[in-house]
């Protein structure tokens, strides 16, 4: 069963060009959340996502941040007209559905330098 | 989410056990507490969960205090590999609640060869 696959791993990207992220969740899997950690930062929560719905997005920026999960395919994180602060690690992680809390699973990240 | 305190760094050397501390004193009864772990430059990776006893896996053991209010997680004997920030994360039960971890600075441990 592959784990959590993100891509690309690494982007660069000019100020105000648009970062497009992809995360595909392990099989079976219908939850996604995207956190992002900021050089020499702890991670931060973004948003949560289920099949075609947004659940939680407390931690998307107001504005150019947006994220969807559609039916088919997978998890995009959408960052528009980037700036030099939005240089971080992006992580998606998924997890089972069903009741109770369960354990996330991490895929590897998106380093994004905005240049 | 409840507040998890954490030390920032732990030193251990190679194949002695480490133990990890936690405090949690503002914990409520519907909340498990979780920990991650993240190797550098990878995305976190699941350790261990418990809500009142102690609970062992392949990976590690969890020992929670009789009042919940701290807990330790231990690596029986810790290998290079173990270099990593460990994060203790406490998560409620209770419906609505947000699934989201809510991350803290964590204990950066180094193991020394």
């Known amino acids: 069963n592959a784990g959590v696959m993100q891509n690309p791993r690494h982007l660069v990207r000019r100020r105000g060009q648009e970062a497009r992220l992809r995360c595909s969740p392990m099989k079976g899997h219908s939850h996604v959340y995207w956190y992002r950690q900021l050089p020499e930062e702890g991670l931060k929560f973004m948003v949560y996502l289920q099949k075609e719905n947004i659940i939680d997005e407390s931690g998307m920026p107001k504005e150019r941040f947006s994220a969807e999960f559609p039916k088919e395919g997978p998890s995009i994180l959408r960052i528009q007209q980037v700036v030099r602060g939005d240089s971080a690690a992006y992580f998606c992680?998924?997890?089972?559905?069903?009741?109770?809390?369960?354990?996330?699973?991490f895929g590897p990240g998106t380093r994004l330098t905005v240049t | 989410d409840a507040k998890t305190t954490q030390p920032n760094s732990m030193e251990s050397n190679e194949e002695e056990p480490v133990h990890l501390p936690c405090n949690h004193s503002t914990i409520s009864g519907t909340d498990y507490i979780h920990w991650y772990r993240q190797l550098p430059s990878q995305g976190p990776e699941y350790v261990i969960h418990g809500l009142t006893s102690n609970v062992n896996n392949r990976m590690a053991s969890l020992a929670i205090a009789e009042d919940r209010k701290s807990s330790t997680l231990i690596l029986h004997r810790a290998t290079l590999r173990d270099a990593a920030v460990y994060y203790c994360?406490?998560?409620?039960?209770?419906?609505?609640?947000?699934?989201?971890?809510?991350f803290g600075k964590g204990t950066k441990l180094t193991v020394n060869p």
């Open positions: 994360i406490l998560r409620s039960l209770t419906q609505g609640g947000s699934e989201k971890l809510v």
């Open positions: 992680a998924s997890s089972p559905p069903g009741q109770g809390r369960r354990q996330q699973y």
